[in-house]
């Protein structure tokens, strides 16, 4: 069956076969394993990148597919961050405090061990006790339960809330903006347990694997994420393939027909909303060991705005087009932030990217949503002989989210 | 004889404007009628009680041999329990092949796990195929049902209907927009519908109704005006008024 599947399928095996060509030649390239053409800094850009293409994957599956437009889904991506940085930050304090009380008279007690732990994390907010929410944070298993229990958790309920009541469209991208907001107040102050604005860092040293190179963990990050990124890519494109795309695009373009089907549209949209916060998380956690420092500004409300701008630039319902949008915008926007790109001398002004790149980026998403609403995908339609259905300027659907013509395919 | 739905003394109101008006109906489990009525009578609404949509101010409606009451039924629940309904307007989804249409709307388990892990079988295909070829789309099934004709359209909906199974067929004006030998196919398939099932027919034509050859109900300004076979109807003084008298 997958076999029959992957060959009704080719893009999905296109899509790994670009992948691992990737893989394989940052690998060739990198300091650890290769040419060291490439510097391991930027490995870790590329590694990150392909988490962001993850959680764009997860966008689009929820928007894309399911026209339901959250505006919340860099919050579950960075709870994901936190749930494993918890666990990298605990255990490589734990190595730090063993090896300075080692050379005390007596072997150090449990209690000993903790409160010297507790200190360590949180003098910096004025705490030295481990706050409850601690409590797994010993362990590697629970913690990294944590990473898909805590936001799945968290969506679950927050869209039971939300679908049960109906809420949809811009109220419902409005709620998700809010609930982000909320979630990084709340982890702003310091007695949520979280360290406050400091956040936590040091998470690219990973417990136990002191004596491996940065240069070489960077490269092992990298494949953990290109891995997540393919299997991600595979199980999702099944997914879409079969009755449930069907009935999740069907959500999207007349939800209201879709109930007179007998298909409970609230428990879909909560199984996906649950099942892409999830998604997020693990990229997320994925993306944080390689970053070196999550802090709660990482859950500002534009952070998901962008997510969607991404999905929106590489085409939406389509996954390719999550991937291409994420990973082109995201590298843009780095090489652009960066300092890299030339300031443009304009004589009486001069240009100056790392301010002008908002704009920039500004404007060429209301170039794609006005004039190439397939996005970047819609060049893989043009080479692929594809067009828009002629329907005069109807949608799909009668519903907000519904695919506009000149974003169907043919 | 025994009822498969009950509604009584339905009432429901707009903003003030009573659309239904205290509306009692009953149907058998296996019988063909007809609903009848000028515009705004009230003919869409009263399916859209049925069906979930629209919750009345007033009334019951009960359902199957248990008289469940389908008033604290979601839209899906209802759908589920065996009603199905057919727009006024042509609603499929037309991003989708005519055979991603009819297979989403044939009958199986509708939770999203266990649809998740469905696969068509040969036998679900062949039921589409079989479906597909009922409605005369058999050469259709690959195209997106966007690019079929207004008519082609009303024929694909009354195929997924057929693949739900419903116990109770709710068809809000089929004909509209077909042919005359489309319309006279239409008739003689819901009158076979209706040897094994409810079926509710809401028709302007009175050539189709006379076709139909069931039991008629004239609904006015949200309540039943007259009952009865199509002559006894249209003789009534009352129903000569709504309807020529405007
Ligand atoms: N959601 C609504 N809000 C306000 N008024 C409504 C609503 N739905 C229906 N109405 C009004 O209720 C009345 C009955 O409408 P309904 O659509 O049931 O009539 P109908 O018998 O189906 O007519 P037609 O033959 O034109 O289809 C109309 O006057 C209509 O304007
Ligand atoms: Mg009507």
Redesign the pocket.
């Known amino acids: 069956m997958t076999r029959s599947f992957l060959a009704t399928h080719p893009s999905v095996l296109i899509f790994l076969l670009i992948l691992s060509l990737f893989t394989i030649g940052v690998t060739i390239l990198s300091e650890a394993y290769g040419t060291a053409f490439i510097s391991t800094s930027f490995v870790k850009t590329l590694g990150k990148t392909l988490c962001l293409c993850l959680v764009a994957l997860a966008m689009d599956l929820i928007w894309g597919y399911a026209g339901i437009l959250s505006l919340g889904h860099m919050a579950f991506f960075a709870l994901g961050g936190y749930m494993i940085g918890m666990w990298l930050m605990y255990a490589r304090t734990e190595e730090i405090v063993l090896s300075a009380l080692a050379n005390e008279v007596l072997p150090p007690t449990t209690e000993e061990v903790t409160n010297g732990i507790a200190a360590q994390i949180f003098g910096v907010v004025g705490a030295s006790e481990l706050p409850p929410i601690w409590g797994f944070a010993h362990s590697l298993p629970l913690q990294l339960l944590l990473v898909i229990a805590v936001p799945g958790l968290l969506a679950l309920a927050f869209g039971w809330l939300a679908f049960r009541s109906r809420v949809t469209g811009v109220y419902l991208s409005i709620l998700t903006q809010a609930g982000t907001l909320a979630l990084a107040l709340w982890l702003f102050q310091n007695d949520s347990g979280l360290r406050g604005n400091n956040g936590l860092s040091g998470l690219q040293n990973i417990p136990g694997l002191a004596h491996v190179p940065q240069a070489e963990l960077s490269i092992w990050f990298f494949w953990a994420s290109a891995a997540a990124l393919g299997l991600t890519y595979v199980a999702l494109a099944w997914l879409v393939s079969g009755k449930f795309g069907s009935v999740i695009r069907a959500i999207r373009d007349d939800e209201a027909r879709v109930r007179f089907l007998g298909y409970s549209v609230e428990g879909y949209k909560l199984f996906l909303f649950t099942l892409t916060a999830m998604i997020a998380a693990i990229a997320g956690a994925l993306y944080y060991p390689q970053a070196g420092i999550i802090n709660p500004a990482e859950l500002a409300p534009i952070a998901s705005i962008y997510l969607a701008v991404w999905v929106a630039i590489g085409g939406r319902g389509r996954l390719y087009g999550a991937v291409i949008g994420a990973a082109f915008v995201s590298l843009l926007s780095s090489w652009f932030t960066g300092g890299r790109a030339p300031s443009i001398d304009l004589g009486f002004y001069t240009i100056n990217w790392v301010d002008w790149w908002l704009v920039l980026l500004g404007l060429s998403f209301v170039l794609v949503t006005l004039f190439a609403p397939k996005g970047i995908g819609g060049l893989i339609d043009l080479a692929a002989h594809l067009r828009a259905p002629d329907r005069k300027g109807a949608a799909l659907g009668p519903d907000d989210s519904a695919l506009r013509e000149k974003e169907a395919r043919e | 004889m025994t009822t498969l739905l009950e509604v009584s003394g339905i009432s429901v109101s707009?903003?003030g404007?009573r659309?239904i008006n205290n509306l009692s109906f009953t149907i058998g489990p296996a019988e063909l009628r007809a609903i009848i009525?000028p515009?705004?009578?009230?003919?869409?609404?009263?399916m859209d009680i049925i069906t979930g949509k629209t919750r009345p101010d007033r009334g019951t409606v009960r359902w199957g041999p248990m008289a469940d009451s389908l008033l604290s039924k979601s839209e899906a629940e209802i759908a589920r329990a065996g009603i199905g309904r057919k727009f006024?307007r042509p609603t499929v989804f037309e991003d989708q092949t005519v055979a991603e249409n009819l297979m989403m709307a044939l009958k199986a388990n509708r939770n999203p796990f266990a649809v998740l892990f469905w696969r068509p079988k040969p036998a679900d295909h062949a039921r589409v195929a079989a479906l597909a070829t009922e409605v005369g789309l058999a050469d259709h099934l690959a195209r997106k049902s966007g690019e079929l004709s207004h008519g082609q359209k009303q024929w694909l909906e009354i195929g997924m209907l057929l693949a739900q199974e419903p116990k109770l067929l709710l068809v809000d004006e089929p004909a509209a927009g077909m042919t005359l030998a489309e319309r006279e196919h239409t008739t003689r398939l819901l009158v076979d519908l209706a040897r094994t099932r409810a079926v509710v027919v809401v028709e302007?034509d009175m050539d189709f109704v006379r076709r139909l050859n069931c039991k008629v109900t004239v609904?006015h300004e949200g309540s039943v005006l007259a009952e009865g076979s199509l002559d006894h109807v249209t003789k009534n003084p009352a129903v000569i008024d709504v309807y020529l008298g405007r």
């Open positions: 707009f903003d404007f659309a009525g515009n705004g009578a009230g003919k869409t609404t009263f006024q302007h609904l």
